[in-house]
């Protein structure tokens, strides 16, 4: 079973390795066509507001350097802020290892202590590698990361998690909803992320291997829905009295 994730654009640079690290040649040469843009053409190709060129540009010169951060550690977005990692046992950081994976532009499908520098990508930027989007550049190799007909838990955005070819798996979604007026609606993006990543590091800590384990998932009031589940899709509904 492989639990798939999107990267964050917020991230922690306080946990720094020195090891040395090798870039896969299709990740080297987005790196390489990145460092080819002066300032206007770099902002342009990522999308960049003014204050963000020079962070960007920082980054961009540390991968001539040799500090690294793990995956799990360096995103340090609304879903990766649940994960528990001072509390792992051994059992479980393998776990973590072995079944999580990160979709990234950059990077494609990385493990969770992948040791990577950080950077500025998404599939939405306008950067062309040898006359392609990165989403044609990177198709069909997100695949190879996985094995035909295994689990894979998608809480993953759309963006990334359509990198995968659904039918190739046996592919799960999950939804958390809420009632509001009277109506069952998907619950705010920044609920979801939030709920994604309470589910992985449950997950995490359970060693889950069954589609039968995720169904025992309970957070804030959210808990597995049958009545509006159905094959391939488990949906997990708040209980009003937990709404606010």
């Known amino acids: 079973m492989k639990i798939i994730l999107s990267p964050a654009k917020e991230q922690d640079l306080s946990h720094p390795l020195t090891e040395e690290w090798d870039l896969s040649a299709k990740s080297q040469q987005i790196v390489d066509q990145v460092k080819s843009l002066e300032g206007g053409e770099l902002q342009k190709a990522l999308k960049l507001s003014d204050k963000q060129v020079g962070p960007v540009q920082e980054m961009i010169a540390a991968f001539d350097q040799k500090t690294t951060y793990p995956a799990i550690q360096l995103y340090h977005g609304l879903a990766f802020r649940q994960f528990d990692l001072e509390n792992l046992t051994a059992s479980q950081e393998?776990?973590?290892?072995?079944?999580?994976?990160?979709?990234?532009?950059?990077?494609?499908?990385?493990?969770?202590?992948?040791?990577?520098?950080?950077?500025?990508?998404?599939?939405?930027?306008?950067?062309?590698?040898?006359?392609?989007?990165?989403?044609?550049?990177?198709?069909?190799?997100?695949?190879?990361?996985?094995?035909?007909?295994?689990?894979?838990?998608?809480?993953?955005?759309?963006?990334y998690a359509s990198m995968l070819q659904v039918d190739r798996y046996d592919w799960l979604e999950v939804e958390f909803c809420q009632y509001r007026q009277g109506k069952l609606k998907k619950a705010p993006s920044a609920t979801a992320k939030k709920l994604r990543g309470k589910m992985a590091n449950a997950l995490v800590h359970d060693q889950a291997e069954s589609i039968e384990a995720l169904k025992t998932f309970q957070a804030e009031g959210f808990t597995y829905a049958p009545s509006a589940s159905k094959e391939g899709l488990l949906v997990f509904i708040q209980d009003e009295e937990d709404q606010t």
């Open 94 to 159: 393998d776990y973590l290892a072995d079944h999580v994976v990160v979709l990234s532009a950059l990077y494609g499908p990385i493990s969770a202590f992948t040791p990577i520098k950080a950077y500025r990508l998404d599939f939405t930027m306008p950067l062309r590698i040898d006359g392609q989007s990165l989403r044609q550049y990177w198709k069909g190799s997100f695949d190879q990361a996985f094995q035909p007909g295994e689990v894979v838990v998608n809480l993953a955005s759309q963006e």
